[in-house]
Nanobody, 115 residues
């Protein structure tokens, strides 16, 4: 079993920045893919950044140039640096990884951007 613990969400003004963290624990032998999703009120969950193993990160157009996904393998942690935030970025953000145990999800962290 793999557990993901997210942190870093909160309330920020437009054009501000936040960094989300996603710490993985448990039986992790190989990570095949990592991703960040978000779900705004009344909308479906959407993929905003993904990194298949050994391949560069791919971003959704809505966050390209503003968000950066990274990882620290020594800490088993992935990050989402979010800059120039907009009110439309308000959502619950989820991290996800795919390992030998299959897909795992974080519990979600709320990001609210005020105008």
């Amino acid at each position: 079993q793999v557990q993901l613990a997210e942190s870093g969400g909160g309330l920020v003004h437009a054009r501000g920045s936040l960094r989300l963290s996603c710490a993985a624990s448990g039986s992790i032998f190989s990570i095949y893919a990592m991703a960040w999703y978000r779900q705004a009120p009344g909308k479906q969950r959407e993929l905003i950044a993904r990194a298949p193993s050994g391949v560069r990160v791919v971003y959704d157009d809505s966050v390209k140039g503003r968000f950066t996904m990274s990882r620290d393998d020594a800490l088993n942690t992935m990050y989402l640096q979010m800059n120039d935030l907009k009110p439309e970025d308000t959502a619950v953000y989820y991290c996800s990884i795919v390992t030998d145990s299959g897909p795992s999800w974080g519990q979600g962290t709320q990001v609210t951007v005020s105008s």
